[in-house]
């Protein structure tokens, strides 16, 4: 082994690892919006209060029976099972021929969404009682108050977990080679396979996939500071309601 | 007044140097997915075509201006010398289907004659190992030629052709290593040998008297990586991938045996033949085209594999 060796290899094989690492990388990304997405609808409908009485009553406990089913399923069966009783379940039992590509983002997403769903109840959960009760107080419906109170502070503090999600897809998409999904895994396997230089092979692939990893957490992180705003703000002091108002502290003669 | 002002364009600078950091690392993940989705496309197109379907089937055929049929053949397109993966097409490598890249070996030599005997246009699709026989039970693929023996078990869920190579059993063991000039099963009394999952090899470990038989590894590129990080002593494999691996690497050391000192296997096991779903009606066709196929010219095939191979090159 030898630095020459890797480069050489990588020189080769460059555009292997670049496709492998395209296609890893979409399957990350489809997966988690996609996950996210059933993720926040299944966590809004997990934290519903019970109704008293009525049909909503019996309706939303079928409904989270359901919701609570598909979350254990997906996120207590492996993903590489999941895959393969897609993939091949679906032609052999019910006649549906689904491409690799689509099979791998159905797979990727319903996991996702899975543990999303969690992560976004206990985003919801966290959230002040006092906010609901406020929001009652001025009159708001339960999905008022999620979509104007609750969601935009627990989506922002979700989203260190959802970064977490999105670094698990990368790396763990590499189990859908089993379905033929061309990722960087299954590339570098085709790779060492030809040339029956392992350690090589992996080197380069453990720095693709940390390359993409590290972009992808600095980005979140990037994302998450501009969510946050300013670390300190002024306060628009306007109780004279004049037209254009003043910031409180500060001389006029300064503007 | 200056201080304040030195230490805020250094603050603007850190600040600017990091948004250049952050855009690099952008641009450098977009080019990625850029890549990534350029294939996607080319995959979505290619597999319609393959996916017109050679039996009527009424699923998608969307693509009518094939003239000819396709014949669908599932492989790992990872396994050195039977098949494997390459960028050009150098060696009369096939394009793989949905990808920009070509798989060569005897495989897909062996294939492109079954095909011409056919008259259909051969069509390569990549699949794991383990994926194999799933893809032709769920009709994905046609016919499965990736080096695949016809045991009884798996003659259970699919049909073979008849046989179109037959190879020897043999251990590859680290060169120089304390099993380096073993010529009997005996002489790997006490040693730690293991084989790819799912496969004959495996089981024929227990023939080794006072063996330590190591758990069964998923690939081939598996057990390369443990016998030269040594954690184990040789593994199990046939004459044609013992060869590629002795000669791509030096370290490793072929251990073949004469008749009597070797692996007892049935028939079943070291032939190689195409796998086909349960009464597909190709079997009479291909064994046609395989008939065609001399031993001598198998063993050609073979050599000339090995030595088109990319690791010998």
Redesign the interface.
């Known amino acids: 082994m030898s630095f020459a060796l890797v480069v050489d290899i990588f020189i080769?094989?460059w555009?292997?690892f670049?496709?492998g690492?395209?296609?890893?990388?979409?399957v990350a990304?489809v997966g988690t919006i996609i996950g996210s997405i059933i993720g926040l609808v299944i966590g809004v409908i997990r934290t519903i209060p019970e109704p008293e009485k009525g049909i909503k009553r019996p309706l939303l406990k079928v409904v989270n029976m359901f919701v609570g089913a598909y979350i254990e399923v997906f996120r207590g069966t492996p993903m590489m099972v999941q895959a393969?009783v897609i993939?091949?379940g679906s032609?052999?039992a019910l006649?549906i021929?689904m491409?690799?590509?689509e099979a791998a983002f159905l797979v990727i997403s319903i996991n996702t969404g899975a543990y999303m769903a969690e992560i976004v109840r206990g985003g919801i959960i966290s959230i002040d009682k006092g906010q609901y009760e406020a929001a009652e107080a001025i009159g708001m419906t339960h999905l008022q108050t999620m979509v104007n109170v609750v969601l935009p502070q627990a989506i922002r503090n979700i989203l260190p977990a959802t970064g977490n999600e999105f670094i698990i897809n990368i790396k763990d998409s590499s189990v859908l080679?089993?379905?033929?999904l061309?990722e960087l895994f299954?590339q570098s396997?085709?790779?060492?396979?030809?040339?029956?230089?392992?350690?090589e092979v992996f080197l380069i692939t453990s720095v693709i996939y940390l390359?993409?990893t590290?972009?992808?957490t600095?980005?979140l992180r990037?994302v998450e500071r501009r969510m946050d705003g300013a670390e300190n703000y002024d306060i628009l002091g306007n109780q004279m309601q004049v037209e254009t108002p003043k910031i409180v502290g500060q001389d006029q003669k300064d503007q | 007044m200056r201080i304040i002002f030195i230490k805020s364009t250094k603050k603007g600078i850190m600040k600017l140097k990091r948004k250049l950091?952050?855009m690099i690392?952008?641009t450098?993940?977009i080019a990625?997915?850029?890549?990534?989705?350029?294939?996607?496309t080319d995959?979505?197109n290619n597999?319609n075509a393959s996916?017109n379907p050679p039996v009527a089937n009424g699923?998608?055929n969307q693509a009518p201006s094939e003239p000819k049929e396709v014949f669908r053949v599932g492989m790992?397109?990872?396994?050195?010398p039977f098949n494997?993966?390459?960028?050009g097409d150098a060696n009369g490598a096939i394009k793989i289907d949905?990808?920009?890249?070509y798989a060569g070996g005897y495989d897909v030599e062996i294939a492109k004659r079954i095909a011409e005997g056919l008259g259909r246009e051969l069509v390569i699709?990549?699949?794991?190992w383990?994926?194999l026989v799933?893809?032709l039970?769920?009709?994905?693929i046609d016919a499965i030629i990736a080096g695949m023996s016809p045991t009884a078990k798996r003659k259970e869920s699919i049909d073979f052709s008849d046989n179109y190579y037959k190879s020897d059993l043999v251990i590859v063991v680290k060169k120089g290593g304390k099993y380096d000039g073993a010529t009997s099963l005996k002489d790997f009394n006490g040693s730690k040998v293991t084989a790819q999952l799912n496969t004959f090899h495996y089981t024929v470990i227990d023939q080794i008297e006072g063996v330590n038989k190591q758990s069964a590894m998923d690939?081939?590129?598996a057990m390369?990586?443990a016998l030269?990080a040594g954690m184990i002593d040789g593994y199990v494999s046939e004459r044609p991938e013992g060869v590629?691996?002795e000669t791509?690497?030096a370290n490793f050391k072929l251990i073949e045996f004469a008749p009597a000192d070797g692996f007892i296997t049935e028939d079943e096991d070291t032939a190689i033949a195409v796998g086909l779903a349960k009464g597909s009606d190709l079997a009479g066709p291909i064994n046609d085209a395989l008939a065609g196929i001399s031993l001598d010219e198998q063993k050609q095939i073979m050599d000339k594999a090995i030595e088109n191979?990319?690791?010998a090159q």
């Open positions: 080769d094989n555009q292997m670049l496709r690492a395209g296609i890893t990388l979409l990304i393969m993939y091949y032609a052999i006649g021929q491409e690799i590509l080679s089993v379905i033929g061309t299954y396997k085709s790779v060492s396979g030809a040339n029956y230089k392992y350690f390359i993409m590290i972009s992808v600095k980005i990037y | 950091l952050l690392m952008a450098l993940l990625t997915l850029a890549v990534g989705c350029g294939n996607t995959n979505g597999t996916d699923d998608n790992e397109a990872g396994y050195a494997w993966t390459q960028i949905g990808s920009p890249e699709v990549k699949t794991d383990d994926g799933p893809s039970q769920a009709n994905k690939s081939f590129p390369r990586v030269e590629s691996a791509a690497n191979q990319p690791a």
